[in-house]
């Protein structure tokens, strides 16, 4: 008998179609991974204790604890409780016999061992396990298998250490409805699909494993709980890391993904901890939050990523803090984006050379607190656009950026308030360009090239109270500390050097 489990499409491998904007992926086509299990009994061995056997061939289950003094041609199963299968590095290898899911096959069984096994060439899966407890995998080569390398199905407190998983034709690990697994220092290298990937699974521990060249590096749809420390992703088609919707709760931390299709992507992953992690030279974002609320990105590194360094759309009450994004975008993209977000916490971050905003707020981002953020060699320091409103900025910094403004209010951004914000050294200090009903106080503008600020374009019934802008027009083209182009705003209580209009 055998039975299809259907293992969410949506994170099976093959087929990508990838698009990606603002540095967000979205899978437009991936076909189903389909496992089965299967019972089967065709050649028996049982034996008292531990042996050591020279294996032939045919479909073989194992009852005992048994050694390979050779390689064995064909499938094997096992059963029982307490047993350990060492192949002491003999090669178990297709074609298939009997009808299991795969090369070496473990149900309904209590602390079982596989290790030292070399396992190739089977048309499903190289290993398999169903309904176990105690399950230990370790020290395993597993390569050239038609689907996954390994899949663990309905299995609790499994160890899956140290095995090179290799060039199979799906994913390399597979997960699926589990629950308190470790999964530590595997090697997952140049399979078709994802590296290792987790499907309805809690508790699971993630540490120490290298991803390498896979489609994506590790995913994770509907699970909860599980915890991704100290792994590396490096030249996966796809993102490095990609949680789905419905994983909650994860703990993403000290995880490194480099020269992949993204770095990091959450999508509707809410209540994630994404903490210490460096995403470097991926072919799109460092770290792409969609959807996401109530969750943690804190301490983590974004560094020469093609697009922005960190993108966060949709997303709402999160805490932002101590990230550092660095020369992003090279040929376009932002250091901190925001798009529709609301109710995001952004503080102490630092942005530094990306060729647009270091910090960007548009699509209507509102309700934001930026505090304590720096901003330094980008075309702005910190652009609020798009409609953008009802945001807070104190106590920022926006130093030497040289080709565009500190700080900049345009494109139907309404109702913000910047306060104690420092801006010099840049092209201008504050432009405040054709919009409505923005407040500025206690903010300091001194030695920009042009103004130190300048309510331009239309720009009305905004209020100027308590700014200082000192030794500015350091171009020496004639401009100004203070400039208003226009009529009905407010300017009280400023101290300029020099201004005009106000």
């Not at 090369?103 to 596989?114: Q, R």
């Not at 095995?163 to 530590?184: A, C, F």
């Not at 209507?364 to 798009?386: I, Q």
């Not at 100027?464 to 401009?479: G, L």
Request: aromatic letters at 8%; hydrophobic letters at 35%.
């Amino acid at each position: 008998m055998t039975q299809a489990v259907d293992v969410m499409p949506a994170l099976a491998a093959g087929m990508w179609k990838n698009e990606w904007r603002n540095g967000v992926m979205q899978a437009q086509s991936l076909r189903r991974l389909a496992v089965a299990v299967a019972a089967s009994s065709l050649l028996l061995l049982s034996t008292a204790g531990s042996f050591a056997v020279s294996a032939s061939s045919g479909m073989w289950v194992i009852t005992s604890s048994t050694t390979l003094t050779e390689d064995y041609a064909g499938s094997i199963l096992v059963e029982t409780d307490g047993v350990t299968l060492d192949c002491a590095g003999h090669t178990v290898f297709g074609p298939d016999s009997g009808d299991l899911n795969g090369g070496i096959s473990v149900h309904w069984a209590t602390g079982v061992t596989v290790r030292n096994c070399i396992v190739s060439g089977f048309s499903l899966h190289g290993m398999y396990s169903f309904d176990t407890t105690g399950l230990r995998l370790v020290h395993n080569t597993v390569i050239g298998n038609g689907l996954a390398g390994i899949v663990l199905d309905t299995v609790a407190g499994a160890t899956i250490a140290g095995n090179r998983l290799t060039g199979n034709g799906d994913n390399g690990l597979v997960l699926w409805r589990t629950s308190e697994t470790r999964v530590t220092n595997n090697i997952v290298r140049d399979n078709t699909s994802v590296g290792i990937v987790l499907v309805g699974t809690t508790g699971a521990s993630v540490e120490s494993n290298a991803s390498i060249g896979n489609g994506v590096g590790f995913t994770a749809g509907s699970s909860s709980g599980n915890s991704f420390t100290s792994n590396t992703a490096s030249n996966s088609s796809g993102p490095g890391f990609w949680f789905l919707e419905g994983s909650q709760r994860n703990v993403v931390r000290g995880n490194s993904a480099s020269h992949n299709g993204g770095g990091f992507f959450l999508e509707g992953a809410d209540g994630t901890q994404v903490i210490g992690n460096t995403a470097s030279h991926n072919r799109a974002d460092g770290f792409a939050v969609d959807g996401t609320t109530s969750g943690v990105v804190r301490g983590n590194r974004s560094i020469a990523n093609q697009d922005s360094g960190f993108t966060f759309r949709g997303s709402g009450d999160l805490r932002i803090t101590d990230n550092v994004a660095k020369d992003n975008g090279p040929d376009g993209g932002n250091g901190f984006l925001f798009l529709a977000t609301s109710g995001l916490r952004v503080e102490d971050n630092t942005a530094v050379g990306s060729p647009w905003a270091c910090f960007g707020l548009y699509d209507g981002t509102h309700g934001a607190t930026l505090v304590g953020n720096k901003a330094s060699g980008c075309s702005a320091g910190f652009d609020l656009g798009s409609g953008s409103y009802d945001n807070t900025l104190r106590g920022n910094t926006a130093n030497g950026n040289a080709n565009g403004n500190g700080f900049s209010l345009g494109d139907g951004a309404t109702a913000n308030v910047l306060s104690h914000n420092t801006a010099n050294g840049n092209a201008n200090g504050f432009l405040v360009f054709g919009v409505t009903g923005n407040t500025l106080s206690d903010n300091t503008a001194n030695t920009n090239a042009g103004y130190g600020f300048v309510a331009d374009g239309g720009a009305t019934a905004n209020t100027f109270s308590h700014n200082a802008a000192h030794q500015n027009d350091r171009s020496h083209t004639d401009c100004l500390d203070a400039l208003d182009t226009g009529s009905g705003n407010v300017w009280v209580g400023n101290h300029f050097g020099t201004s005009s209009g106000i």
